[in-house]
Nanobody
Framework: QVQLVESGGGLAQTGGSLRLSCAASGRTFSSYDMGWFRQAPGKEREFVAG????????LYAESVKGRFSISRDNAKNTVFLQMNSLKPEDTAVYYC???WGVGTAVAVHQSSYPYWGQGTQVTVSS
């Protein structure tokens, strides 16, 4: 089992940057594939980015491709989401999620992720 705690959210201007971090507990972090999801007010939670347990494979939603970058440091049990060129439509609560990795493809459906953090608010002003 793994516990997740996000940090790094806040207020940014359009075109600005933020870096989210997700710290995981446990000694088997490198066995978990990790994902970032977000939920805007009145909308369903959606996949943003995912990274395989080795870090070799990543996947992005089309809406953030080229602007966001996911990475991980298995030695520090942490996954990151670097968000550049932020837009007002990126405003949402961002969640870190994890699942025990199997296969090579990173999951995009939230139902595949049994472990979730509490979320961190990101607000982008226009």
């Amino acid at each position: 089992q793994v516990q997740l705690v996000e940090s790094g959210g806040g207020l940014a201007q359009t075109g600005g940057s933020l870096r989210l971090s997700c710290a995981a507990s446990g000694r088997t972090f490198s066995s978990y594939d990790m994902g970032w999801f977000r939920q805007a007010p009145g909308k369903e939670r959606e996949f943003v980015a995912g990274i395989a347990r080795s870090g070799a494979s990543t996947l992005y939603a089309e809406s953030v491709k080229g602007r966001f970058s996911i990475s991980r440091d298995n030695a520090k049990n942490t996954v990151f989401l670097q968000m550049n060129s932020l837009k007002p439509e990126d405003t949402a609560v961002y969640y870190c999620a994890a699942y025990w990795g199997v296969g090579t493809a990173v999951a995009v459906h939230q139902s595949s992720y049994p472990y979730w953090g509490q979320g961190t608010q990101v607000t982008v002003s226009s």
